[in-house]
């Protein structure tokens, strides 16, 4: 298993701008698949977007296309999730998930697989 940790997470403004992290330590981080979900205040968890082992593979939940951008450095064990345009329907805590499984990483990771702390993102309308 890896070890996740998210940071980027903050206020701003709604049209506005965030990067989030995820730094993974503790395997080998091309082996996962990871994803990017997130849980707005008294609701359930939802995935937003993943990306495969090598980079490709990359795939978003409706609401955010054409304004998050999920990409990968392999080299620095990282994935960053660009949002951009941002409203104040994605304000929620956003986590990071990882599993060697591409579709696990999307519904639930598996045993092999983890989860972050989770970060927060306001944006003000």
């Known amino acids: 298993q890896v070890n996740l940790v998210e940071s980027g997470g903050g206020l701003v403004q709604a049209g506005g701008s965030l990067r989030l992290s995820c730094v993974a330590s503790?395997?080998?981080?091309?082996?996962?698949?990871i994803a990017w979900h997130r849980q707005p205040a008294g609701k359930k968890r939802v995935f937003v977007a993943v990306i495969g082992w090598e980079g490709g593979r990359v795939f978003y939940e409706d609401s955010v296309k054409g304004r998050f951008t999920i990409s990968r450095d392999n080299a620095k064990n990282t994935v960053y999730l660009q949002m951009d345009d941002l409203k104040p329907e994605d304000t929620a805590i956003y986590y990071c998930?990882?599993?060697?499984?591409?579709?696990?990483?999307?519904?639930?990771?598996?045993?092999?697989?983890?989860w972050g702390q989770g970060t927060q993102v306001t944006v003000s309308a």
């Open positions: 998930a990882a599993d060697p499984s591409y579709h696990k990483v999307i519904n639930d990771p598996s045993s092999q697989g983890s």
């Open positions: 503790g395997g080998t981080f091309s082996n996962y698949a």
